[in-house]
């Protein structure tokens, strides 16, 4: 198998996932988005990792792993306390230091 | 590639097609078997039910009697339900149990993968389950049925810590996460010197056992924990829209995956399928294995089926601070005790 | 040799067919269930390259856990059926440009970069198996390991006090 085919992979799953975040309104949708992105990474640092025979790159996968876990629980929490706030995720409506 | 089963020599495919069968008939035998046998005939004569007698001689029809209701009635859909993901819900939960079947060894070659990481893996299948849940409660448009799934999903992730915790002290005792190596390891065993028995970690790690059995009663959702389906509070939780051969997806899904809890127990504290005296690679052993693992995985179900016939249901906070507050601190202070004793001895 | 390409093929498609479906479909919970797909798709992709106890890690955290989380909170905020408005903003033709920007460059330099350079898939390679790993978490990343762990407390605290009802 060619590194290029994982590597590019990546690259359009992290493509896709930039398309999300910059598109989306939904806060829930945008983490999402976030979690394509992180997955795009995963992806290439373990193919890195195949490639040069290390087990580096899936240690530092797992690490990813582990923070994007801590990301979704600490996002989550603050979509729901916007929700409670002001009964929408929708993230424009968050602008009040606009003034 | 060639493998070789019972010593005969088969080609890649002809053992890929024989794996497959092994593996199907290793979901559906134990779960008709557990259904027979316990939800019919042992709740008939334990709560004095006379129906699972009625159908052919001494009730024996029951299970095809049910079977053949089930697929004659009619496959609804709510209005206003999400068709596509309604659908899809019961495969999920049911797929997750096959593949959770594909790394448990019946045998020395009678296994259908034989992962380095097969108890891992295992665990980690079971876990998907709950999004099939999520999505059945979800996709009826009905609010009993959401409050069902919900509660389901709440109840799954609580338990499913205690049930990873109780197998890492048998991981760490074993020293390896492939369940051949933990069945070996146990078979190889000696107890204060005595090897003929073996040592099964249900001597060793009886802690973890408990708590295994009770996050695995949680997991399946049986009485005394069957708040996601309770029919007094939410009609049948998650299950309420479902008839027809859905339901009878749902309700193999259910009884299919007590199988699998059932035989990853057997071979994390009960040796497996390994009989002492009998060399482990023996090729009697492929035929023998799977006998002598049923009988194991039924005394399990025996016990599960037995608290569930027995005790009345839990409540909802009761259930969480069970989790939280009592069985995940025995747990971590078992894993604690082990790794000391493993590493002083 | 093939027979992974193939593979690598099949899973490669449905992975981001679904990955375009998250971020275009109109339900939230559509959206999730289809982040389900990509999930597993990356899990299947390591096991492609040897990495089965990421893969599997992938599986348990993510599919087990993370998806669920969204679920459930999408469930318990709203969750209608059918086609939500308004889960776009209207500067997603701008975004659309700069993925696809983003995507001819990226691709542009690692094609440059590595041309047809192989990667030697072999399941029986020391360092990729599990215990390789493990023995690379507990000796050179063990303080790193550390830190991930305090980070799990400090947002595991930081998520309770945050939605915690006053």
């Keep these: 198998m060619w590194l290029n085919q994982f590597l590019v992979l990546g690259a359009v799953l992290f493509c896709i996932g930039v398309y999300g975040v910059l598109a989306r309104r939904n806060g829930v949708m945008v983490l999402m988005s976030i979690e394509l992105i992180l997955n795009a990474v995963n992806i290439n640092l373990v193919a890195f990792g195949a490639f040069h ?47 | 590639m060639t493998g070789s089963v019972l010593a005969i020599e088969l080609a890649y495919w002809q053992e890929t097609i024989l794996r497959v069968l092994g593996l199907l008939a290793a979901v559906l035998l134990p779960a008709g078997a557990i259904v027979n046998l316990y939800l019919f005939k042992m709740m008939a004569f334990m709560q004095s039910r006379l129906g ?26 709510p209005a206003g339900s999400d068709r596509r993901v309604f659908a899809w819900a019961p495969i999920v939960v049911v797929a997750s149990t096959f593949i959770m079947y594909a790394v448990v060894p019946f045998g020395p070659d009678a296994w259908f993968a034989d992962l380095p990481t097969g108890i891992y893996f295992a665990l980690a299948v079971s876990s998907v389950s709950v999004i099939g849940i999520l999505m059945a409660g979800w996709a009826s448009a009905n609010k009993y049925s959401l409050m069902g799934g919900l509660r389901a999903t709440g109840q799954l992730i609580a338990y499913e810590l205690p049930l990873v915790l109780a197998v890492l002290g048998v991981v760490i005792q074993a020293g390896t996460l492939n369940m051949q190596g933990i069945i070996e ?13 073996g040592n099964p970690y249900i001597l060793t790690q009886f802690v973890g056992f408990a708590i295994f059995m009770i996050a695995m009663q949680a997991e399946l ?41 059932s035989a990853i127990a057997a071979v994390l504290f009960l040796g497996g399928w390994a009989v002492p005296g009998i060399a482990f690679d023996s090729n009697v052993m492929n035929v023998l294995g799977p006998v002598v693992m049923l009988v194991k995985m039924m005394l399990i179900v025996f016990l599960v089926m037995w608290f569930r016939f027995t005790y009345p249901r839990f409540r909802e906070d009761q259930l969480q601070i069970f989790a939280w507050k009592i069985l995940i601190p025995i747990s971590l202070v078992n894993i604690a005790v082990t790794a000391v004793l493993k590493v002083a001895f | ?33 289809y982040l389900v797909l990509v999930l597993a798709g990356v899990a299947a992709q390591f096991i492609l390259v040897g990495a089965e106890f990421t893969g599997v890690t992938q599986v348990l955290v993510y599919i087990g856990a993370v998806i669920v989380l969204f679920l459930f909170g999408i469930m318990l905020t709203r969750a209608r059926i059918g086609q939500e408005m308004d ?7 701008i975004a659309g440009l700069t993925a696809v920007l983003l995507f001819a460059v990226m691709t542009f330099a690692l094609v440059d970069a590595f041309e047809d350079t192989d990667i030697e898939v072999n399941a029986a390679l020391a360092p990729q198996t599990t215990q390789a790993v493990s023995d690379s978490i507990f000796r050179d990343y063990l303080i790193p390991f550390e830190a991930v762990s305090f980070l799990l407390l400090a947002a595991l605290i930081g998520a309770i006090v945050v939605a915690r009802r006053e």
């Excluded at chain 1, 923070?67 to 968050?94: F, H, P, Q, T």
């Excluded at chain 2, 078979?187 to 010197?193: L, S």
């Excluded at chain 3, 889960?87 to 033709?93: C, F």
């Design chain 2, 185 to 197: 390891a146990q078979r190889n065993g000696e107890i204060f010197g005595f090897g003929g028995i």
């Design chain 3, 87 to 93: 889960v776009d903003n209207e500067r997603r033709w």
């Design chain 3, 1 to 33: 040799m093939v027979a992974q390409n193939i593979f690598f093929g099949i899973i490669a498609a449905a992975m981001v067919l679904s990955a375009i479906r998250v971020v275009t479909t109109k339900n939230v919970v559509h959206a999730a269930l």
């Design chain 2, 221 to 261: 959702t049986q009485p005394p924990f069957d708040m996601p389906v309770a029919e007094s509070e939410l009609v049948a939780g998650y299950l309420t829209e479902y008839s027809g051969f859905r339901f009878l997806l749902f309700f193999i899904g259910e009884y299919a995956t007590a199988g699998a809890f």
């Design chain 1, 53 to 99: 025979q290390t087990p580096a790159g899936q240690v530092f996968a797992l690490f990813v792993i582990a923070v994007a876990a801590a990301e979704v629980g600490v996002g989550l929490a603050l979509v729901l306390l916007i929700y409670r706030n002001r009964s929408s995720i929708d993230l424009e409506s968050v602008d009040l230091l606009k003034g």
């Design chain 2, 52 to 77: 699972p007698w009625e159908a052919g001689p001494a009730g024996s029809l029951q299970l095809v009697a049910e079977v053949g209701k089930w697929l004659q009635k009619e496959d609804l859909f």
